[in-house]
């Protein structure tokens, strides 16, 4: 009985979708072959999986632009995920495209990301050999590092959609040199994760005070709209008006709104990324993940002592993935435990 509900599910796919939509029962399959659950299908399953993994629930203290905010309603990584779940949702559900997947694909996008943000990313990039992309790393915490060192054996099609998300700063509707997702839903999922982050830091930078609203470009307020929840709307509408169309093949958006979208990006790396209210505690980040990274890269003794666990790889891979996967607070309470002096040392140094 049991195993007739995935079928179900499946079938219905095949009766409610488009053509075009990636289909649960056509997954080009896991990394190591398992038996498929008997009520859900593939990509609804990848999507659990994710949502009750430790990398998942560390999202929550990881910083999305303000580094460790103390007021509520500050976006974190976690937040930013939810926001581009829901929006990729929507945009999946309105062309028919295949829902779970488009969800799997944006909860896993960012579990590779570093303790502050980009900052961390920066930092990574330049110490560890071979570079540091936190794409990579999402792709690399299902793999590898989830589950004790099996991983989330999830399927090729999530998979693909986590390492490709990335966008860079070109061309979002037509980029040149960068491996687009495979599957329309991964496409969905680029293109919601833009939607999602410029306009949360947007808001979030305006409640800051770190700008005023007057500070935007009216020409960009006028085109997207003049309220978070408007400019959110404009954008998930234009995308579903120009791909549907062609029934979810393509991912597209109109020229005029996405070239507004990356001006908004623009300005957002102008006078809030790279403010003078953000940079200075974000290159004091940057010194806290050098440091951590270096003392574990060149004492692996002490880095199996922290993690509890002997070396499964080198010393600066094992260093790049236990950094990574630090929340901001934890990074926080390593750097001041290893490098700064504790209250009652001082007494006794100094009575």
Same mark, same amino acid.
């Given at each position: 009985?049991?195993?007739?509900?995935?079928?179900?599910?499946?079938?219905?796919?095949?009766?409610?979708?488009?053509?075009?939509?990636?289909?649960?029962?056509?997954?080009?399959?896991?990394?190591?072959?398992?038996?498929?659950?008997?009520?859900?299908?593939?990509?609804?399953?990848?999507?659990?999986?994710?949502?009750?993994?430790?990398?998942?629930?560390?999202?929550?203290?990881?910083?999305?632009?303000?580094?460790?905010?103390?007021?509520?309603?500050?976006?974190?990584?976690?937040?930013?995920?939810?926001?581009?779940?829901?929006?990729?949702?929507?945009?999946?559900?309105?062309?028919?495209?295949?829902?779970?997947?488009?969800?799997?694909?944006?909860?896993?996008?960012?579990?590779?990301?570093?303790?502050?943000?980009?900052?961390?990313?920066?930092?990574?990039?330049?110490?560890?050999?071979?570079?540091?992309?936190?794409?990579?790393?999402?792709?690399?915490?299902?793999?590898?590092?989830?589950?004790?060192?099996?991983?989330?054996?999830?399927?090729?099609?999530?998979?693909?959609?986590?390492?490709?998300?990335?966008?860079?700063?070109?061309?979002?509707?037509?980029?040149?040199?960068?491996?687009?997702?495979?599957?329309?839903?991964?496409?969905?999922?680029?293109?919601?994760?833009? &939607?999602?982050?410029?306009?949360?830091? $947007?808001? !979030?930078? +305006?409640?800051?005070? #770190?700008? /005023?609203?007057?500070? @935007?470009?009216?020409?960009?307020?006028?085109?997207?709209?003049?309220?978070?929840?408007?400019?959110?709307?404009?954008?998930?509408?234009?995308?579903?008006?120009?791909?549907?169309?062609?029934?979810?093949?393509?991912?597209?958006?109109?020229?005029? &709104?996405?070239?507004?979208?990356?001006? $908004?990006? !623009?300005? +957002?790396?102008?006078? #809030?990324? /790279?403010?003078?209210? @953000?940079?200075?505690?974000?290159?004091?980040?940057?010194?806290?993940?050098?440091?951590?990274?270096?003392?574990?890269?060149?004492?692996?003794?002490?880095?199996?002592?922290?993690?509890?666990?002997?070396?499964?790889?080198?010393?600066?891979?094992?260093?790049?993935?236990?950094?990574?996967?630090?929340? !901001?607070?934890?990074?926080?309470?390593?750097?001041?435990?290893?490098?700064?002096?504790?209250?009652?040392?001082?007494?006794?140094?100094?009575?």
């Amino acid at each position: 009985m049991n195993k007739s509900i995935r079928n179900k599910l499946e079938k219905r796919e095949h009766e409610t979708l488009s053509p075009h939509a990636t289909f649960s029962d056509s997954s080009k399959g896991r990394k190591k072959p398992e038996r498929e659950d008997d009520v859900r299908p593939a990509f609804q399953h990848d999507r659990d999986r994710i949502i009750h993994s430790k990398s998942f629930r560390r999202l929550k203290y990881k910083t999305q632009v303000f580094l460790a905010p103390a007021k509520d309603h500050y976006r974190t990584r976690l937040t930013h995920t939810i926001e581009v779940s829901q929006i990729a949702r929507t945009i999946a559900r309105s062309l028919f495209l295949n829902e779970d997947l488009a969800e799997a694909i944006a909860l896993g996008h960012d579990l590779g990301h570093t303790p502050f943000g980009h900052a961390g990313e920066e930092v990574l990039n330049i110490y560890k050999p071979g570079g540091f992309e936190h794409s990579a790393q999402s792709l690399r915490v299902v793999d590898v590092l989830e589950h004790d060192g099996e991983g989330l054996n999830l399927t090729w099609e999530v998979r693909n959609g986590i390492r490709r998300h990335s966008k860079g700063r070109g061309p979002l509707l037509d980029p040149e040199g960068i491996r687009l997702p495979s599957t329309p839903e991964g496409r969905v999922v680029r293109l919601a994760d833009v &939607i999602a982050y410029t306009n949360h830091d $947007l808001d !979030d930078s +305006l409640r800051a005070g #770190v700008i /005023d609203k007057k500070d @935007v470009p009216n020409h960009l307020l006028s085109m997207l709209g003049g309220s978070h929840s408007k400019r959110i709307d404009t954008m998930i509408r234009d995308i579903i008006k120009h791909s549907a169309p062609t029934e979810g093949a393509i991912i597209t958006g109109s020229s005029g &709104i996405w070239e507004a979208v990356s001006s $908004l990006r !623009d300005f +957002l790396y102008d006078k #809030v990324y /790279d403010s003078d209210a @953000v940079r200075p505690d974000f290159e004091k980040s940057k010194g806290i993940v050098a440091a951590l990274y270096n003392e574990f890269r060149s004492d692996p003794l002490h880095l199996e002592r922290e993690t509890g666990r002997p070396l499964r790889f080198r010393p600066e891979r094992e260093a790049a993935d236990f950094v990574a996967g630090m929340t !901001d607070r934890y990074a926080i309470n390593l750097y001041s435990r290893l490098y700064m002096p504790s209250p009652w040392a001082i007494e006794t140094l100094f009575p």
